[in-house]
């Protein structure tokens, strides 16, 4: 089975912080994504990556940015976290074509 | 630009009651479509899918037919469950490799027993 792994399911930060959320896949997939998911807006992408090193932004890349060292793992970083960036991030991974496989999600909290 | 529209919730149903979520999309091409859900506390999971017109995914008793000329997507259930209660999504994938999934707003289904 594929297997999407998320470093924490809840965090909690203060304002100005900066913040790390990883995401591990296990099943050698090109493509990776983050996601946040919030009430009534579903999920918006945040950024994507085809391949080690390469970015792309989604939707709203604004106050987030992205490292793909490995291919395997794909960070999201919040360079200084907000109160508008509380919400569950979710991390998704794939080959082209194929389904998107996400992970559990972070809920994160910043205060 | 490529959008995903789905029926607004939450539904409340109870249990062995028809249940249908509507979907339509606009999108340039043939896109692939698909259902996601999520239990509570959980990521998203795939339902199921179609890749072309008239294709019917199905799943765990669901099912939804990929309809061209209406655009629409929408997801069926006989007989629901109360383990059915989640958040249900709509989304849809375009032709080129590797584009991320565009999602509707999700639809809360509540069953009671």
């Known amino acids: 089975d594929v297997k999407v792994t998320q470093s924490s399911r809840y965090l909690v930060k203060r304002t100005g912080e900066k913040v790390f959320l990883e995401c591990v896949q296990d099943?050698?997939?090109?493509?990776m994504f983050w996601y946040r998911q919030d009430p009534g807006l579903g999920l918006r992408l945040i950024y994507f990556s085809y391949d080690v090193k390469m970015k792309e932004k989604g939707d709203i890349p604004e106050g987030y940015s992205v490292s793909r060292e490995k291919k395997e793992r794909f960070s999201l970083i919040l360079e200084s976290a907000s109160t508008n960036q509380t919400s569950m991030y979710l991390c998704a991974s794939t080959t082209a074509q194929e389904t998107q496989y996400f992970g559990p999600g972070t809920r994160l909290l910043v205060l | 630009g490529d959008s995903v529209t789905q029926m607004e919730g939450p539904v409340t149903l109870s249990e062995e009651a028809f249940l249908t979520i509507n979907c339509t999309y606009t999108a340039t091409g043939y896109p692939s479509l698909f259902w996601y859900v999520q239990y509570p506390g959980e990521g998203l999971q795939l339902l199921l899918k179609a890749t072309k017109a008239d294709d019917k995914g199905s799943n765990k008793g669901f099912e939804a037919t990929y309809r061209k000329e209406t655009t629409s997507f929408h997801l069926e259930k006989g007989s629901v469950q109360v383990s059915d209660s989640a958040v249900y999504f709509c989304?849809?994938?375009?032709?080129?490799?590797?584009?991320?999934?565009?999602f509707g707003k999700g639809t809360t289904l509540s069953v009671s027993s």
């Open positions: 099943m050698d997939h090109e493509n």
């Open positions: 989304a849809l994938r375009l032709m080129k490799a590797g584009t991320a999934l565009i």
